[in-house]
């Protein structure tokens, strides 16, 4: 079993910064990518951004490229998501997910919201 606990999200103006971790326990292995997602009530859960556990290989929705960046610390076992010149339409909870190497996001955190105001 893995365990996905997020943090860092909060209110921030437009044009502002945040950054998003997530911590993961139980078993995870290298074989794991990590992603990020956001959710506006009455929407679909939309991609914003994946990372690979082991060589650390990056992809973003088309929305957020150039203003949000992934990260890992492998011996931290966490995932950060620097969210930079944020924009209202940014606003929503965002989930951490693990893909233990099967191309399905199985594990899933609890979520974190994020405002942006104008």
């Known amino acids: 079993q893995v365990q996905l606990v997020e943090s860092g999200g909060g209110l921030v103006q437009a044009g502002g910064s945040l950054r998003l971790s997530c911590a993961a326990s139980?078993?995870?292995?290298?074989?794991?990518?990590m992603g990020w997602f956001r959710q506006v009530p009455g929407k679909e859960r939309e991609f914003v951004a994946s990372i690979s556990w082991s060589d650390g290989y990056e992809y973003y929705a088309d929305a957020v490229k150039g203003r949000f960046t992934i990260s890992r610390d492998n011996a931290k076992n966490t995932v950060y998501l620097q969210m930079n010149s944020l924009k209202p339409e940014d606003t929503a909870v965002y989930y951490c997910?693990?893909?233990?190497?099967?191309?399905?996001?199985?594990?899933w955190g609890q979520g974190t919201q994020v405002t942006v105001s104008s």
């Open positions: 139980g078993r995870i292995f290298s074989s794991f990518a």
């Open positions: 997910a693990a893909d233990p190497g099967v191309r399905s996001y199985n594990y």
